[in-house]
Each structure stands twice: as C-alpha cells, then as structure tokens.
C-alpha cells in the first residue's frame, strides 16, 4: 500500500513518543539508542522498527526504568521486560502505542489483536474512557502538526466507530427500564464527527433509558416530527466544528424557534466549540462526556 508511512522525521518521533528531539538525539549519542539514517542534506530519517523501540523505551522509562539501564538491552529484552510490566500492570501506555503502529501502517489484524487483549481485561466502558479518549485525543494532535494524514485518522476512527457499534447493537436488544424521559441524539447540518456521539448513545442506553439516534448532519427542522414520541425529551449534541463558536448563540435560539413552540425541551451540548461557554435557560454546555453521564 503506497500510504504506509515508512520513514519518520526525528519532529514525528517527538510527537508520536511524547519524548522531545533534544532527548532521543541524547539516547543516540550517548546510549546508541537509535541509528537513524540520513539524508543527502544530513537530516534524521527513522524506519517503522526504530519508531517501534522508541515506543518500547519510553513506555520503560515512564515505567521508572532509567534510560542508562535500558540502552544495554537489545531489542528482544526490551520487548520482553515491556510485555512483564504490561502483565502486571496496566496495559493502557503499551495498547495506545500498539493502535498506533495499526495506524500508521493501516494493519488491521494489529488492531483487532490488541483489541482483543484489552477486551480481555477491560470492559468497554474502560477502554473507551482509558485508551480511546486519550489516544483519540492524541491522533487530534498528531494530525494538526502533520505527523499523520487525515486517511490515518479515518482508519483508526472507522475501526473505533465500528466497536462502538457492535456495543451499542448489545444493549439496544434490552427495554428501557427508565421511562420518565428519552434522549435524541443529533450533529448539526455539516457536522460529521459522530464518534463523541455514538459513545454518549452506549452510556444513555448503558443508563436504561429511551434512546432517538439521528447522527450526523441534521437540519433543525427535522426534530419537530420527534416531539410526539415522548413527553419529555432531552436533545444533545456535539459540536466539534459545526457551529462556528461564534454562531453558537444564533443556533441555540433557532433551537428554540423551530423545536420549542408548545413545550421548552432542554438542549444539552458538548464539544470544543462551547468551551468556557456559559450555560443559559434550556441549554445546558458540558465540558467533558462524563460530566454530562454524571447527569444521567
């Protein structure tokens, strides 16, 4: 597959290990860490099998191991002292690099398996919250200083989608058992990013309740023909990029206009474009996924 990335700047290796230049050129000289080849301008190019160990060690650093004592294992005791620690301890550090390495090379079967080893010792609650956030979180950063391109993020993001899916199938088989109110799910017009969504799906219907999902894209116009369906309704959303901070206001009293005529109904909404927004009359902004759940 031509999109593999094969070679990595010394910039992608700070960003992808979370440990800085100034440090691994350190490991090189001093340690022999690393052998990074280079180019006819004499720039630090890195392979797959490089990156990987840089993983490995920073994972046995941030483990208390000290770098002067790692630098005299090879690569297969390396490993080795990693997959101990993961045993023992947890394998949250180790699985997101893992998902990182799947990413980078669009290996699905390295995915699936490191899945598989979570779901093993983790229910899905814990590794969404564990390992997905803070690794989506992280491929967010990677993709803004271009260390990865966006047919990356769309890999890791489907297969992600694709799990949250499969749990969300699970629960939807039981009845609600709380019948005092329901819940519709939606993304504003030219909003795609459901991912935030669908997991706010998993914990409402984790919680019993009614559930309306209706998913990306959704002009305001299309809720009215919900209102009927229960008495008491509670519309949430997410707002990543779609609206504009600064038409925020204007979206929320449209909300009001074309939904809210006979009855209020109460919008709740999170994402980074109503951070530090302050919560008014019927719609209420939270800051994070389980500040919202903490009101289920």
């Given at each position: 597959?031509?999109?593999?990335?094969?070679?990595?700047?010394?910039?992608?290796?700070?960003?992808?290990?979370?440990?800085?230049?100034?440090?691994?050129?350190?490991?090189?000289?001093?340690?022999?860490?690393?052998?990074?080849?280079?180019?006819?301008?004499?720039?630090?190019?890195?392979?797959?099998?490089?990156?990987?160990?840089?993983?490995?060690?920073?994972?046995?650093?941030?483990?208390?191991?000290?770098?002067?004592?790692?630098?005299?294992?090879?690569?297969q005791e390396i490993n080795e002292y990693v997959r101990n620690i993961i045993?023992?301890?947890?394998?949250?550090?180790?699985?997101?690099?893992?998902?990182?390495?799947?990413?980078?090379?669009?290996?699905?079967?390295?995915?699936?398996?490191?899945?598989?080893?979570?779901?093993?010792?983790?229910?899905?609650?814990?590794?969404?919250?564990?390992?997905?956030?803070?690794?989506?979180?992280?491929?967010?950063?990677?993709?803004?200083?271009?260390?990865?391109?966006?047919?990356?993020?769309?890999?890791?993001?489907?297969?992600?989608?694709?799990?949250?899916?499969?749990?969300?199938?699970?629960?939807?088989?039981?009845?609600?058992?709380?019948?005092?109110?329901?819940?519709?799910?939606?993304?504003?017009?030219?909003?795609?990013?459901?991912?935030?969504?669908?997991y706010i799906y998993y914990e409402i219907l984790l919680h019993g309740y009614?559930?309306?999902?209706?998913?990306?894209?959704?002009?305001?116009?299309?809720?009215?023909?919900?209102l009927s369906l229960h008495k008491e309704i509670i519309f949430v959303s997410?707002?990543?990029?779609?609206?504009?901070?600064?038409?925020?206001?204007?979206?929320?009293?449209?909300?009001?206009?074309?939904?809210?005529?006979?009855?209020?109904?109460?919008?709740?909404?999170?994402?980074?474009?109503?951070?530090?927004?302050?919560?008014?009359?019927?719609?209420?902004?939270?800051?994070?996924?389980?500040?919202?759940?903490?009101?289920?």
């Open positions: 597959m031509n999109n593999i990335k094969k070679t990595f700047s010394i910039k992608d290796l700070e960003n992808l290990c979370g440990i800085k230049a100034h440090t691994i050129r350190i490991w090189e000289k001093r340690y022999n860490l690393l052998s990074p080849d280079r180019t006819e301008t004499n720039i630090r190019t890195y392979n797959l099998k490089s990156l990987q160990k840089l993983l490995n060690v920073t994972y046995l650093v941030n483990s208390g191991y000290k770098i002067s004592r790692i630098s005299k294992l090879n690569d045993s023992h301890n947890s394998i949250k550090d180790q699985s997101i690099n893992s998902f990182k390495i799947a990413m980078l090379n669009y290996d699905l079967s390295l995915f699936l398996n490191t899945y598989e080893q979570l779901e093993n010792k983790k229910s899905f609650r814990e590794i969404f919250t564990t390992v997905f956030i803070p690794l989506l979180k992280e491929i967010g950063l990677l993709w803004q200083t271009s260390t990865i391109t966006p047919s990356h993020e769309r890999f890791l993001s489907n297969l992600i989608k694709q799990k949250l899916l499969l749990n969300i199938e699970k629960l939807q088989y039981s009845k609600p058992t709380k019948n005092d109110k329901a819940f519709v799910l939606f993304l504003p017009e030219n909003e795609i990013h459901e991912l935030g969504l669908l009614k559930v309306i999902y209706l998913g990306a894209s959704i002009p305001l116009d299309n809720l009215p023909q919900i997410y707002f990543t990029i779609r609206p504009e901070k600064e038409n925020i206001k204007a979206y929320t009293r449209e909300f009001n206009s074309i939904v809210c005529n006979d009855t209020v109904y109460d919008l709740w909404v999170l994402g980074k474009q109503v951070i530090n927004i302050d919560s008014e009359d019927n719609h209420y902004y939270f800051e994070s996924i389980s500040s919202l759940i903490a009101e289920l």
